[in-house]
């Protein structure tokens, strides 16, 4: 199979951090996005049933990781324009980026940014949420094609499902969804109405990330476990 090598940015971050994931990331990537040459995913959604899960965390995470397993172009989009946590902890600039492309406001190489040696970030951009709730399924497909284009793997930092529709439409377009539940945060019947929305709009839910789980034993007691 032959992967087609994305365009390079001109725009870099002012200070480009230092970027690492957790060993768990690295397992749940090759897991879920195969071997190099043989990809089983080549898009995956991270979202969850509210704001505030740790959704960007666990999104980011996944990119880095996915990054420096393959060696090969990883991009990173931003979706939720409400909340583009993102944008500000990489320290990059606030666009254009994601929502440029999807209102046909900027082609897609000024919608790029580099963040290391493979990693590329689309951010929100300078779109409003409410502008790219409006947008059409075809334009939101369009949109998710073109990102997908030249890259090993897409990473999506999606909306909370709750939150509009745009995060089930960009969902049903990708090869896969990850829910982030908060530990000890959702209530079961919240995080379970999110999965029902996610499956009654097609889209293929991988599986969930328990997020922000709390250490109820002394550091002192669990190292000696």
């Avoid at 879920?32 to 980011?60: C, F, H, N, Y």
């Avoid at 420096?68 to 939720?80: D, G, H, I, T």
């Avoid at 990489?90 to 209102?103: E, W």
Wanted: net charge positive; with cysteine.
């Amino acid at each position: 199979m032959i992967h087609r090598t994305a365009a390079r940015p001109t725009r870099r971050p002012r200070t480009t951090p230092t970027l690492s994931a957790s060993p768990e990331y690295y397992s749940l990537m090759r897991s879920l996005a195969g071997q190099p040459d043989s990809p089983v995913i080549r898009s995956i959604g991270v979202t969850s049933s509210k704001s505030g899960e740790g959704v960007s965390t666990v999104a980011l995470q996944c990119a880095v990781a996915a990054e420096q397993l393959f060696r090969q172009p990883v991009l990173l989009v931003e979706a939720n324009a409400a909340r583009p946590s993102l944008t500000r902890t990489l320290k990059l600039d606030r666009g254009p980026g994601f929502g440029d492309l999807l209102l046909d406001a900027e082609p897609r190489e000024s919608c790029l940014q580099l963040c290391a040696d493979n990693l590329f970030v689309a951010t929100a951009g300078t779109g409003d949420a409410r502008s790219l709730r409006r947008c059409s399924a075809q334009a939101i497909a369009r949109t998710v094609d073109t990102l997908h284009e030249g890259h090993r793997l897409t990473v999506w930092d999606l909306p909370p499902v709750g939150s509009d529709d745009l995060s089930l439409e960009l969902a049903n377009q990708l090869d896969g969804v990850l829910l982030v539940v908060e530990s000890e945060g959702v209530l079961t019947d919240v995080a379970q109405e999110a999965v029902t929305r996610l499956r009654a709009t097609g889209a293929k839910l991988l599986g969930a990330v328990l997020n922000k789980q709390r250490q109820h034993v002394p550091k002192w007691l669990a190292s000696k476990i």
